[in-house]
């Protein structure tokens, strides 16, 4: 803790779902953990959110929980945490997921491979992808989803999506609606993860430039509120593609990185979750992470 407080640096700690375990091969943060670790977070750091980083005044060092996607549970599991904790964090959404109820393809298929039977998942037809030896179908299969570019993950999209709700009790993790994400807006700090979650590095710089704007309208048009915060996906993105939002005038751009941060405008997050309370600590002070100076 001290070298975190000298350094002066900010720990971002970047969830996606909280939730009772609900078969799917990416396990969300039990509520339990994230409440105990919501307490120990309060205890040893400043909360705050990134709008609120320059105005924190106290002598615990600095931390935001940031959440990327947009799911239900944030409403249903995680809000009400938060609200007793007294805590306002960042969620970043994604548009197309907020109108199409459904979460990214990578999510779908872990969902998919941790619930549906285990003769439908072997079945799974993927074009291009090969399963290694001994390792996680769920994670192996949306780490193959993630390594496409928008393009062929639409294709993939078509091959996989009607395998999948073949099986009529599928259902993957739900999404947050318009009306939820407005209400959330009144508390939390919303951001965009970009609309369509796209894969950046493996897309042009027009790509990029246009899927800012596309969720700069939407915010304004759909949401009715500003757009301050772009969160790249998956950990993925060029040089160029970071000035160029930075130039389109986001506010605080939000990377991966697995470091602590040190950013004005561009910030690194650590990928939290937590399946023991000790681990869930552990990890909210960084893990094995080194601080800068």
Not at 50 to 67: E, H
Not at 105 to 110: K, P, R
Not at 223 to 251: C, D, H, W
Request: overall charge negative; aromatic content about 10%.
């Amino acid at each position: 803790m001290d070298a975190i407080r000298n350094a002066k640096v900010v720990t971002i700690l970047n969830m996606h779902r909280v939730a009772p375990a609900d078969g799917s091969d990416y396990r969300p943060i039990d509520p339990a953990i994230f409440k105990e670790t919501l307490r120990f977070l309060r205890l040893h750091f400043a909360l705050t959110t990134f709008a609120g980083l320059a105005n924190v005044d106290s002598d615990k060092p600095k931390a935001i929980i940031s959440f990327d996607d947009g799911y239900k549970d944030f409403v249903d599991y995680a809000m009400p945490i938060l609200d007793e904790c007294g805590v306002a964090c960042n969620q970043n959404v994604i548009p197309d997921c907020i109108e199409t109820g459904l979460p990214p393809l990578n999510v779908i298929a872990q969902d998919f491979v941790g619930k549906a039977p285990r003769e439908l998942v072997e079945g799974l037809e993927v074009p291009g992808f090969c399963r290694g030896v001994n390792k996680n179908m769920g994670t192996e299969l949306s780490r193959f989803v993630k390594s496409r570019s928008f393009d062929a993950q639409q294709l993939l999209r078509d091959a996989l999506l009607t395998q999948f709700f073949e099986w009529q009790e599928f259902l993957p993790a739900k999404m947050m609606s318009r009306v939820e994400v407005k209400e959330a807006a009144k508390v939390h700090e919303i951001g965009a993860h970009s609309y369509t979650h796209a894969s950046m590095q493996f897309e042009t710089d027009k790509f990029v430039a246009e899927d800012v704007e596309r969720c700069r309208r939407y915010f304004c048009d759909t949401l009715k509120i500003p757009m301050e915060i772009y969160a790249f996906p998956n950990g993925s993105y060029t040089s160029s593609q970071l000035r160029l939002v930075l130039n389109a005038g986001i506010r605080h751009v939000l990377l991966v990185g697995d470091t602590f941060d040190h950013g004005e405008k561009v910030h690194t997050r650590f990928t939290f979750d937590g399946l023991t309370r000790a681990e869930a600590k552990f990890k909210a002070l960084g893990g094995f992470a080194r601080v800068r100076t």
